[in-house]
């Protein structure tokens, strides 16, 4: 659906390969967010069952995570991480960039990139 939204969609040279490269990329996010499925559960696990969420808010949380990880989906991989180190763990831009093997300039690139995709998200494109 994506790609039919796309303004100048060319027929492709290789049909077949076109497909298996979609395919693949469906695959990809399916296990993805499986692993991140997963990765909630195996948290909530760890939590007293009196304290868990009722089974509505759960999958609350869940479909937000989901949502959280199509939007930063769009990241590259070094973004993405940047981003949940400096967000979720509290990283400062030196030890982000440490981790990451790059430059102190090119965490702040990934941090406003990250930004960008949440304000996109709550606003859309900027005009």
Same mark, same amino acid.
């Given at each position: 659906?994506?790609?039919l939204g796309r303004d100048g969609l060319r027929e492709p040279r290789e049909p077949r390969a076109f497909l298996v490269a979609i395919a693949k990329g469906l695959l990809f996010d399916y296990f993805r967010r499986a692993a991140l499925e997963q990765a909630y559960l195996t948290e909530l696990m760890l939590i007293p069952e /009196?304290?868990?969420p009722s089974p509505e808010a759960q999958q609350l949380i869940l479909e937000d995570l989901k949502a959280?990880?199509?939007l930063l989906g769009k990241l590259s991989s070094k973004a993405r991480a940047?981003?949940?180190y400096n967000r979720l763990d509290g990283l400062g831009h030196a030890e982000i960039a440490q981790r990451l093997g790059v /430059?102190?300039?090119r965490v702040r690139q990934y941090l406003a990139q990250g930004?960008?995709?949440c304000y996109i998200a709550l606003y859309g494109e900027p005009s």
């Open positions: 659906m994506r790609l /009196s304290e868990h959280i990880d199509r940047a981003f949940l /430059s102190v300039p930004i960008r995709q």
